[in-house]
């Protein structure tokens, strides 16, 4: 069964430093996500992506978020000056009609010290 | 605001008892899907069971069914012959048949159950 996966599934990073998270979206989906979630939090959306331009973002995703599919394969999320209330876990998803269901990755763990 | 609330943080069932977990949305949209997502200690999300806002029946997935209250705006989750692979965190959310829309998500259950 086709599936998102996601790189790495841990990153330590240091304050101030940027990251950029990798996924593989299912292959023939056409619309992709990025959500975030606290610790002990609830999933929270940050972006979602299609025909190569962003459709919706939420306040979360400021100028420090950026995202690329650089590749037919890949969809990557840049921080570019990692904060310590970046620390979460951030997943991806996909989708092939952007409603009935998309599929999430298993998810990169961020630890900004 | 489109919402999603889940009224109880945590809950406790004995193994091969039935459970039920509450949840209620707010949306002005008459189009919709619900979900029940189960996130275990790994914190992979996994897709429980969903529901077309459009369909009456309720959802059914093996042991896992649905009680969607349209007018009340209510989604309910019940868990028969619970399993001790059962414990997780369940989070309810929904996304509108807008297209290309982000899934909002409850604040989410933590299901034990006990051996």
């Known amino acids: 069964e086709p599936e998102v996966t996601q790189t790495p599934s841990h990153q330590v990073t240091q304050m101030g430093q940027e990251v950029i998270l990798r996924c593989v979206p299912i292959s023939n989906h056409l619309y992709f996500y990025w959500y975030r979630q606290i610790l002990g939090q609830k999933v929270e959306f940050l972006v979602s992506?299609?025909?190569?331009?962003?459709?919706?973002k939420s306040e979360i995703f400021d100028d420090q978020f950026s995202v690329e599919r650089p590749d037919g394969s890949n969809f990557t999320l840049k921080i570019r000056s990692t904060k310590l209330e970046d620390s979460a876990m951030y997943f991806c998803a996909s989708s092939s009609d952007g409603l009935y269901e998309q599929y999430f990755g298993p998810g990169t763990r961020l630890t900004v010290t | 605001a489109q919402t999603v609330t889940q009224s109880q943080p945590e809950m406790s069932v004995q193994e091969a008892e039935t459970v039920t977990l509450s949840c209620t949305y707010d949306t002005s949209e008459n189009n919709y899907y619900l979900f029940w997502y189960k996130q275990p200690p790994s914190r992979q999300m996994i897709l429980v069971i969903r529901q077309e806002a459009y369909k009456q029946q309720n959802a059914t997935e093996n042991r896992f069914s649905v009680n969607f209250q349209k007018a009340a705006k209510s989604f309910s989750l019940k868990i028969s012959d619970s399993q001790l692979g059962d414990t997780a965190m369940y989070f309810c959310?929904?996304?509108?048949?807008?297209?290309?829309?982000?899934?909002?998500f409850g604040k989410g259950t933590r299901l034990s159950v006990i051996a």
């Open positions: 992506f299609y025909n190569n331009e962003i459709s919706e």
């Open positions: 959310a929904f996304v509108t048949n807008s297209g290309n829309t982000p899934l909002v």
